[in-house]
């Protein structure tokens, strides 16, 4: 197979020819790395259970395979530009199938979180190869509805994690879901070796190891902070330690990489408005829209009173509507008729009123909460995509994987604050909410348990539905503030 190694030339006629083929199993690579962030929550009382797994140790064997993965988005899109997008795509699958291999054969907890840990490794190579191997194969129009694909997976990922991971325990063990992996990393591993050629960016100079201890460790330290803050506290001197670590070693990264030759994140990047736009987009959109979607599912189990498959399943239009709108190319017409600003406020603002119709929707019914999904779906159909490649799109096609693991490491802090800052508000107005004899209570179901009559329960049902509409207004807000600062920034930066 024939080398790309000048990735700016035409696509040549081998991959013209198999370029859907290819695309297939990029997103099937992309929608099983996204799938396990979600596809644990069904399987928390199992693993407790069977591996006698303490709350630390879930919270572990859930979060170990997110660190890994954002702490080394950039280091990894560096390394599929360096050292080629298909080996580290072969790569990715590798460590990616064999970590899920020792998670479905580990006995103790302690096997399972570094098991995780693993997978985060092959996952942070799968994030950025497969989206910088698609923008290789496709070019013009074709290459926007690839990303739009390509995007769509990851939404779908994020939704059938849920229904999926439901749907194996009912029938076979906790193993099982790990264990699906495998044969699903055999395939695209046969698929990828026969298919897709090489690609990669000449270079000269020596890889910049500092450079990728300092942004991975800075990334993993920040990451775990924000994501532990909610629990923890804020306050709490491991949140604090790690958020200052996480912060200090960022900003090392920063004045190391200024000052050596051959950097694993050419910071000169940012000094283009139409990155710098895009990426800050990218930040302000995860922001509202992962951390709205993460009170819709609170608000699915715990207000209409869903298990957590059946809630994960009822979301599930969600997800195809943006599926269906990218696979028939309809997005994509309507991102190029529109452009890329006015694209991304439209779609957000669909996002927010979909967001809105499925919070004030009542508890009974179907029909309206189905509409609003519609609506997010649309609105995330339309966004997304033109988000994504607005990023690519500021960046020359040998830098491809260096775009992709901006973006995805954007994409996770953006997910992360999104989900910590909109948790801080629905629990602040909660526990504001609960009657005095309830006030220690710092959780849904604790302050339900603690309940001792039918009318304190009913009390607190009340204070948490009011809570979630708080939290899912301000997500709306947030989601729609920052579709039109996204769509402000891009237009300013359009070249002129």
Known sequence: MSALVAPASPVGPAVLRHRWWILAVLCLAQVTVVLDNTVLTVAVPVLTTELGASTSDVQWIINAYALVLSGLLISAGSAADRYGRRRMLLAGLVLFGAGSLAAGLATTTGQLI??????????????TATLAVAVQAFEGPARQRAIGIWAATSALGFAVGPPVGGAILAHLPWQAIFLVNVPVALVCLVAVRLLVPESRKAVTGRLDVPGVLLSTAGLTGLVWAVTAGPERGWAAPAVLAAA???????????????RVADPVLDLGLFRDPRFTGAVCGVVLITFGATGALFLLTQHLQFVRGYPAWEAGLRMAPFALSIVLLNLSG??????????????????????????????YTPG?????????????????????????????????PERAGAGAGVDGTMTEVGGSLGVAVLGAVLNARFTALLPAALAGADSFPAALAAAGTDGERGVVRDAF?????????????????????????????RPR
């Open 114 to 127: 570094a098991a995780r840990a693993g997978m985060g490794v092959g996952g942070a190579l799968l994030v």
């Open 244 to 258: 200052v670590a996480g912060v200090l070693l960022l900003g090392l990264f920063v004045a190391w990489e200024r």
């Open 330 to 359: 309809v997005a994509a017409a309507l991102i190029r008729r529109l452009g890329r600003p006015t694209a991304v406020a439209a779609g957000m603002a669909l996002l927010a009123a979909g967001l809105l119709a499925v919070t």
């Open 364 to 396: 009974e019914g179907y029909p309206v909460l189905l509409g609003g999904l519609l609506l997010m779906g649309s609105g995330c159909a339309l966004a997304n995509p033109a988000i994504v490649e607005a990023v690519l799109s500021a960046l020359p």
């Open 465 to 493: 539905r009011v809570a979630l509409e708080t939290g899912q207004t301000a997500g709306a807000a947030a989601v729609l503030a920052g579709g039109l600062v996204t769509a402000y920034l891009l237009h300013r930066a």
